[in-house]
């Protein structure tokens, strides 16, 4: 199985969001600046380069979530949890049934503006401070 395809515009909303937040925080001043000191060209330039940029990051981050909502599958095997992951870098983990102590289902506010939810399965012996475990499934559908 997949994640959602809803995952794909979580991870890019919320890898671009706050790039996006700080720029157009700062754009404004540096346009009005420079319209008030007759630099005009410098103010159309600088907008215009904003603006290319952030749709780069945008678009960046778009790339980035489509290609881990393409590599990562995961599968209830007979042995075990299955999942395969990672873009340049593929890994596979195996969690055997009889390893597995707890699932916890998380939704944080804007994973359920998405209709999304992480699936973390705790195993023996594993240390998952941080909200990190070893079966973790990002963007799954609630």
Known sequence: Q????????????????????????????????AFANNQEFFGVLFGLGILLFLALIVALSYLTGWLIYKKYTYELASDGFRKQYGILNIKNTIIPYERIQNVDIRQPFVMRLFGLAEIHIQTAGNNSFGGISEGTLPGVLR
């Open 2 to 33: 997949m994640l959602s395809k809803r995952y794909v515009h979580y991870f890019a909303i919320g890898r671009s969001l706050g790039t996006v937040i700080v720029f157009l925080a700062i754009t404004p001043g540096v346009i009005i600046s």
